[in-house]
């Protein structure tokens, strides 16, 4: 993020590149920058003859190359943006020529999505050097919770971290996704709120006692009759929490206890960098540690992994999802 914040205030200062090329899994970074761009670098009136907007799919890098070549009509220069651009990917290598000199008066942003370029090419070398090349990386779960936190700062709101925990459980590490519910919340909640546990069930519609979170939670406690609940809840919900899903939670999560049991530095801290958690789960990581030795750890991944094969159709026939998830908690708690 403070890479992003640097470019920004390079580009209101005018130290401006000939040439963005921004790239990487995240595309969150990628369209706010290229938002920026698209949006500041022209005034209004010069964008109707010097900004023009090219997708991936419709052009060829030469076609690219012939409109970054042209001269701005009226301004200081034109802006040049190829959205989707990982659509190009099998001749991206052709813009090497241009890259080597690229036009002084035009700004050319490619929005290269999802992938990156092989850093051993020349291409990226070039990049480096004549433009600014940016990569925009996934975040790992434990990192999310405190961008939520950044990213509502400056909108004056805060978030309690159950609330982030939930939604990072929910929507995983996809800032976008993520940052269009903020937005939601944002519409509907006054400045100065901390967004907390029934905001996120209210308004996005995710339940704050029968979910993922709190399943694996009671399981981590072994609370029997609320794990048993919300086993119930997700058979009677099946579009909502496939059995797949649910499996494949709980296996990560006696993996990752597995992982923590082997770990000599077991501080909150380092806990939730070596397993890539959010800290905010270290405390129930705590619990089930107690609560599950090594080997009974070691037994429950294998018993998951059973039912996990179940659930698919193999080697059962056609069993209920309620059966396999009381099956699951059996072979756990017992």
């Known amino acids: 993020m403070d890479e992003i914040v640097k470019i920004i205030s390079d ?14 899994e995240e595309p969150y970074y990628i369209d706010k920058l290229t938002e920026y761009i698209e949006d500041n670098i022209l005034t209004e009136d010069e964008k109707g003859f010097n900004q023009m907007v090219l997708y991936g799919r419709d052009v060829t890098v030469e076609d690219i190359i012939s409109h970054a070549k042209r ?6 220069r034109q802006v040049v943006i190829v959205k989707e651009a ?14 080597e000199n690229p036009q002084p008066t035009t700004v050319l942003v490619i929005a290269y ?13 070039i990049l480096e050097k004549n433009g600014l090349l940016f990569e925009s990386k996934k975040l790992y779960e434990n990192q999310v919770a405190s961008w939520i936190s950044r990213v509502l700062k400056p909108k004056e709101y805060t978030i309690d971290a159950k609330a982030a925990a939930m939604l990072v459980e929910f929507l995983g590490t996809d800032l976008s996704r993520i940052n269009n519910e903020l937005e939601k919340l944002q519409i509907i909640l006054p400045k100065g709120t901390q967004i907390n546990p029934i905001h996120i069930e209210e308004n996005i519609g995710f339940s704050k006692d029968f979910n993922v979170f709190e399943f694996r939670k009671a399981i981590g406690d072994r609370n029997q009759l609320q794990a048993y609940r919300i086993a119930e809840h997700f058979a009677q919900n099946k579009k909502e929490y496939p059995i797949v899903l649910t499996t494949g939670m709980v296996f990560n999560f006696f993996s990752s206890l597995l992982q923590y049991h082997g770990l000599k530095d077991k501080s909150a801290g380092n806990v939730a960098k070596v397993l890539k958690i959010n800290p905010y789960f270290v405390k129930d990581y705590d619990i089930a540690l107690k609560n599950y030795p090594m080997k009974k750890v070691s037994a429950i991944v294998a018993a998951i992994r059973e039912i996990d094969l179940k659930s698919k159709g193999v080697g059962a026939n056609q069993l209920q999802e309620s059966d396999l998830l009381k099956e699951m908690l059996v072979k756990i708690f017992n």
């Open 11 to 24: 580009i209101k200062s005018g130290n401006i590149k000939p040439i963005y090329f921004l790239m990487g």
């Open 71 to 76: 001269y701005p009509m009226m301004a200081e």
């Open 86 to 99: 990982q659509d190009l990917t099998k001749t991206i290598e052709n813009l090497e020529k241009y890259a």
């Open 113 to 125: 999505k999802y992938k990156t370029l092989d850093k051993r090419k020349k291409l990226t070398k």
